[in-house]
C-alpha cells in the first residue's frame, strides 16, 4: 500500500507534464495493494504496474489510444495482465500510446502526445510511449508494452530506460488488441535488465488461447543474470553502422561497445545483406496485417458509433471515418491495396518472400556469433511536431528495430549514454528463446 501511494502521488505530481497515462485507476490500485499486504503471495507481490493501453483489463477502459474505442471497458484480462495480477502485481494506471499502436512518436494518440521527461519539447517515442515516459519519469517502477517494429525499444531507448520485445511467440498475445499479428509481441519496460527479468518472467508462457503462443519452458532469467560475458561474441552489422546514424550517437555506441569488450566480449563484424529490405517489407506487411484485423471494428458490435446512420454503408463509413485517426487510416488503405487482387502478388507475396531473407540473415550471422549489439535510432529524440506531416520521414525511425521484429528474434534496448541531455539506447538482438543471454548481456554492461 506504501509503494502504491507513493507512485500514484508520483503520476497526481507529475503525469500532468507529461500526459503518459490515459486512466489512473487510484481506486482499484489501492484495493489490489490491501489484498496484497492482507495475504501477499506472488513474485511481484505488491509491485505498482502500469498497463499499456492495448492490454485489455477487465473492468477498465482499454481505449488502444483510439477515439474508436474510448467508450471501450474490456470484459476480460489479457493473459499477460492475468499474469502479472496472479504475480501480485498492482495496476496504477493504463499507459497511453499511438492508436492501435500505430507510429513512432505517440503523437498518434487521440489522448494527445506524450511529452519526453528529459526535454518536454521532445518525443519520446512510440507507439509504447505512455510506459516508457512514465518508467523514465519514475512514475511506475515497470511498464508493459507492445512491440510490432519496435514500439517497446524505440521508446525506451528515446526515454533512457530499459526494454525488452521478447521471442514472437513468448508472451500470449490474448486480450493484447491486434495490429499486425504475425509481428505483434507483448514485452515490458523498466529501469533495469534485472526489473526487465523479473517482468518477464511473469508475463511469458503458453496460452492456449492464442494460437500463436510457443509452447516451451520459460527458463528462470533472473537465473541467468550471471554477469559474466566472457567470451561472448558480439556481432556488428556493417549495415546498421552505416550512412544515417548520427555521428554523436555512433560514439555513444561505440563506447558501450568497448565496454562490453572490456568486459571480456569478443566484437565482430557481420553482415545482414538484406537490412535494406526491412523498410520496405514491414509497410506492406503490417499495414496489410492492420486491414484485416481493424475490420472490425465496424460501430456494430462495440466502440464508436456515429450519431444517426441512415443506412449500413452509412453506419459504416462515418464511425470508421470518424472514429479511427489519420494514421490508422492511411495504414488501412495500403493494407487493402497491396492485399487486392491485383496487386497481391507484386506487394504482399513479395513482401512475405524478402521477410523470409531478412529472417535468414539473422539465422546465418547467429551461427557465428552469439548476440548482435545494433544502434536502436538513427539520432536521439527529436522534436514534438517535426515529423507529424511526413509519414515516410516518421517510418524511417524504425530502420534499426524492424529486421528484428520481421524475424521474431529477441531485441532489447538498453540506456547507453546521452547526446545533448537526451538519451542513446543500444540495441542487443539474440536467436530465438535466447532472452536468458540478452538479459545477461545487459545486465553485465549496467
Ligand atoms: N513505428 C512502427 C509502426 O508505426 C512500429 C510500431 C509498433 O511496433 N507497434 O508501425
Known amino acids: 500500500a506504501e509503494l502504491t501511494e507513493h507512485f500514484l502521488g508520483r503520476i497526481g505530481d507529475h503525469d500532468g507534464a507529461l500526459n503518459s497515462l490515459i486512466s489512473v485507476c487510484e481506486e482499484r490500485a489501492r484495493e489490489q495493494a490491501a489484498a496484497v499486504d492482507k495475504q501477499g503471495s506472488g513474485t511481484l507481490a505488491g509491485l505498482p504496474i502500469l498497463h499499456k493501453d492495448i492490454f485489455c483489463t477487465q473492468g477498465v477502459r482499454t481505449s488502444c489510444g483510439s477515439r474508436m474505442l474510448d467508450n471501450f471497458v474490456a470484459p476480460y484480462d489479457a493473459d499477460a495482465v492475468e499474469r502479472l495480477d496472479r504475480a501480485g502485481t498492482v495496476t496504477l494506471g ?23 521527461p528529459w526535454n518536454n519539447a521532445c518525443v519520446p517515442g512510440g507507439s509504447s510511449g505512455g510506459s516508457a515516459a512514465a518508467v523514465a519519469a519514475g512514475l511506475a517502477p515497470a511498464a508493459t508494452g507492445t512491440d510490432t517494429g519496435g514500439s517497446i525499444r524505440q521508446p525506451a531507448a528515446l526515454c533512457g530506460v530499459t526494454g525488452i520485445k521478447p521471442t514472437y511467440g513468448r508472451v500470449s498475445r490474448y486480450g493484447m488488441i491486434a495490429f499486425a499479428s504475425s509481428l505483434d509481441q507483448g514485452g515490458c519496460i523498466a529501469r533495469s535488465a534485472e526489473d526487465c527479468a523479473q517482468v518477464l518472467q511473469a508475463m511469458a508462457g503458453f496460452d492456449a488461447r492464442d494460437s500463436t503462443s510457443v509452447e516451451r519452458d520459460v527458463p528462470d532469467y533472473a537465473a541467468a543474470l550471471t554477469g559474466d560475458i566472457a567470451g561472448l561474441r558480439i556481432g556488428l552489422p556493417k549495415e546498421y553502422f552505416a550512412e544515417g546514424l548520427q555521428d554523436e550517437s555512433r560514439r555513444v ?24 529490405l526491412a523498410l520496405s517489407t514491414y509497410y506492406v506487411l503490417a499495414p496489410a496485417e492492420a486491414s484485416s484485423n481493424l475490420a472490425r471494428f465496424d460501430g456494430v458490435r462495440y466502440g464508436y458509433r456515429c450519431a444517426n446512420p441512415v443506412d449500413l454503408e452509412d453506419l459504416y463509413t462515418r464511425s470508421r471515418g470518424e472514429g479511427f485517426g489519420r494514421e490508422v487510416q492511411r495504414r488501412i488503405m495500403i493494407g487493402a491495396y497491396v492485399l487486392s487482387a491485383g496487386y497481391y502478388d507484386a506487394y504482399y507475396l513479395k513482401a512475405q518472400k524478402t521477410r523470409r531473407l531478412i529472417a535468414n540473415d539473422f539465422h546465418a550471422a547467429f551461427t557465428d556469433v552469439d548476440l548482435i549489439a545494433a544502434p536502436v535510432t538513427q539520432a536521439p529524440a527529436f522534436r514534438l511536431g517535426e515529423m507529424v506531416d511526413d509519414p515516410v520521414s516518421m517510418y524511417l525511425n524504425d530502420v534499426y528495430t524492424l529486421p528484428a521484429s520481421l524475424a521474431g528474434i529477441p531485441g532489447m534496448s538498453v540506456p547507453a549514454g546521452f547526446v545533448d541531455g537526451l538519451p542513446v539506447g543500444l540495441q542487443l538482438l539474440a536467436p530465438w528463446f535466447e532472452e536468458g543471454r540478452l538479459l545477461n548481456a545487459a545486465h553485465a554492461f549496467q
Open 94 to 116: 493504463k499507459a497511453n500510446m499511438d492508436e492501435f499502436a500505430m507510429g513512432s512518436s505517440n503523437e498518434n494518440s487521440f489522448y494527445g502526445p506524450v511529452k519526453n
Open 253 to 276: 555506441l561505440e563506447t558501450a561497445i568497448a565496454q562490453l569488450e572490456q568486459r571480456g566480449a569478443v566484437v565482430v563484424d557481420i553482415e545482414l545483406p538484406h537490412t535494406e
